[in-house]
């Protein structure tokens, strides 16, 4: 069994260690917000907060990350509150949203340790790969979710789920009970 904290709480895989993050996220814990995109590190999608450090999900094992702290997507914010999901929304930087997990976890753990970076600062901590090409909205949403985590600026540009996470797969048409 490895155990970890994953979104505050703990969690005890009974998986392979050697088994990366990603998968035991998205099948061991049904956290499916954190994407497969490559499988070998180079676009994103799939990166994740461990230990406050935006790291690929698919590159780090679940021995790895033996008792160390995990926030993915879901745990990132109650009802899509974090500064960069509101900037996000505000500047249009989203469009098919697949990459947008993995860059939003990017962009929260560099404003967690610089609440102010430059456009060279922001396009080294967001290498992230995305094909609808928001690079330009990205740039300007981190800026304004930055300000806002100066607090000096304020943002209400993304409604909440209108769900309960418990209460999402019960909400399923397609689905049959």
């Known amino acids: 069994m490895t155990r970890l904290t994953v979104n505050d709480r703990p969690v005890e895989f009974a998986m392979d260690p050697r088994t990366p993050l990603l998968w035991?996220?998205?099948d061991g814990a049904n956290l499916t917000g954190t994407k497969y995109g490559c499988g070998v590190g180079d676009c994103g999608a799939c990166t994740v907060m461990v230990d406050g450090a935006a790291l690929r999900a698919c590159l780090i094992t679940l021995a790895e990350c033996?008792?160390?702290f995990v926030v993915t997507i879901e745990g990132l914010s109650q009802g899509r509150s974090h500064p960069v999901q509101q900037a996000m929304v505000a500047e249009q930087a989203i469009q098919c949203g697949f990459c947008t997990p993995g860059?939003?976890?990017?962009?929260?753990?560099?404003?967690?340790?610089?609440?102010s970076p430059s456009d060279a600062e922001i396009k080294a901590a967001i290498p992230n790969l995305c094909r609808c090409g928001v690079?330009?909205?990205?740039?300007?949403?981190?800026?304004?979710?930055?300000?806002v985590t100066r607090r000096e600026d304020t943002i209400s540009a993304?409604?909440?789920?209108?769900?309960?996470?418990e209460d999402a797969a019960r909400a399923v048409p397609a689905l049959k009970r």
């Not at 860059?103 to 609440?115: E, F, G, K, P």
């Not at 690079?135 to 300000?147: C, D, G, K, T």
């Open 24 to 26: 035991a996220l998205r």
């Open 66 to 68: 033996e008792g160390r």
């Open 103 to 115: 860059i939003v976890m990017s962009a929260a753990a560099l404003l967690a340790r610089n609440a």
């Open 135 to 147: 690079y330009p909205r990205l740039l300007s949403a981190v800026q304004r979710a930055a300000a």
């Open 158 to 165: 993304a409604p909440a789920p209108g769900i309960a996470p």
